[in-house]
């Protein structure tokens, strides 16, 4: 059982950056790949990036690459995503989600355990 808490959501505005943290609870956070998950209002909750459990590779969706990166740090149970750039289309509740194996997927149903999220809101 993996227990995750968002935090570092906020008000920002277009261009500016901000991260956003996970922190799970348990021995075995090493063991999970983690990802990044957002949902916009009346849209269904879509990819932002993964990373597998030793944080070597990592995964982004189209529209993040280049701004987004994902990154973790083991030892303090905790995985980042810095978000620079910021768009208004990246306004939504941002989800950690963490999942049973190592090696990190894009799909949502892969994912075993997730937070309970943190807003970001992007004002042009």
């Known amino acids: 059982q993996v227990q995750m808490v968002e935090s570092g959501g906020g008000l920002v505005q277009t261009g500016d950056s901000l991260r956003v943290s996970c922190a799970a609870s348990g021995r075995t956070f090493s063991r999970h790949a983690m990802g990044w998950f957002r949902q916009a209002p009346g849209k269904e909750r879509d990819f932002v990036a993964a990373?597998?459990?030793?944080?070597?590779?990592?995964y982004y969706t189209d529209s993040v690459k280049g701004r987004f990166t994902i990154s973790r740090v083991n030892a303090g149970n905790t995985v980042y995503l810095q978000m620079n750039s910021l768009k208004p289309e990246d306004t939504a509740i941002y989800y950690c989600?963490?999942?049973?194996?190592?090696?990190?997927?894009?799909?949502?149903?892969?994912?075993?355990?997730w937070g309970q999220g943190t807003q970001v809101t992007v004002s042009s």
């Open positions: 989600a963490a999942r049973t194996g190592g090696y990190a997927y894009i799909e949502r149903d892969k994912y075993d355990y």
């Open positions: 990373i597998d459990w030793s944080g070597s590779s990592t």
